[in-house]
């Protein structure tokens, strides 16, 4: 079992960056996939990006890609979401997910973090 606890959201304006962190419990962070997903106000949880065990592959969806890059330090059992160009429509709730595999839907998961809100404005 881990646990996760996702930091670093707040509100910015378009155009400006947020980096936000996960930081998970246990030793075993290294066998898990992690994934970071978003909640916009009314809307349903999205895959927003996933990177597997070693860091050496991810994936993004196409509306975060090319502003969004998911990187993991495993001696420090922590995952990042840099968030650069921020856009109105990035503003959600965040959470990092942690998985044995590399999937992008939110029932994959079975391991969540609280959220961390995320506003930008325009």
């Known amino acids: 079992q881990v646990q996760l606890v996702e930091s670093g959201g707040g509100l910015v304006q378009a155009g400006d960056s947020l980096r936000l962190s996960c930081a998970a419990s246990?030793?075993?962070?290294?066998?898990?996939?992690m994934g970071w997903f978003r909640q916009a106000p009314g809307k349903e949880r999205e895959f927003v990006a996933v990177i597997s065990r070693s860091g050496q592959s991810t994936y993004y969806a196409n509306s975060v890609k090319g502003r969004f890059t998911i990187s993991r330090d495993n001696a420090k059992n922590t995952v990042y979401l840099q968030m650069n160009s921020l856009k109105p429509e990035d503003t959600a709730v965040y959470y990092c997910?942690?998985?044995?595999?590399?999937?992008?839907?939110?029932?994959?998961?079975?391991?969540w973090g609280q959220g961390t809100p995320v506003t930008v404005s325009s």
């Open positions: 997910a942690a998985d044995q595999g590399m999937g992008v839907g939110v029932d994959h998961y079975d391991y």
């Open positions: 246990g030793r075993t962070f290294s066998t898990y996939a």
